[in-house]
């Protein structure tokens, strides 16, 4: 997404998926796709850094 959208300018998943339907050639599935990751709820994040992973946790 960095390649496309000035993350300091967006707040929320709304504005990032409208962000990426304007500069972008993806079609609406796949922006549907991004919308359902993007707005699900994260109850936690753990880090696992000697296996260079990130899990965030959803409800």
Request: glycine share 4%.
């Amino acid at each position: 997404m960095r390649l496309f959208i000035d993350m300091a300018s967006v707040d929320s998943a709304d504005e990032v998926l409208a962000e990426l339907g304007d500069c972008t050639p993806l079609p609406d599935d796949v922006l549907d796709e991004y919308a359902k990751i993007l707005k699900e709820p994260i109850a936690g994040i753990n880090f696992a850094p000697q296996k260079q992973m990130i899990e965030v946790l959803i409800r």
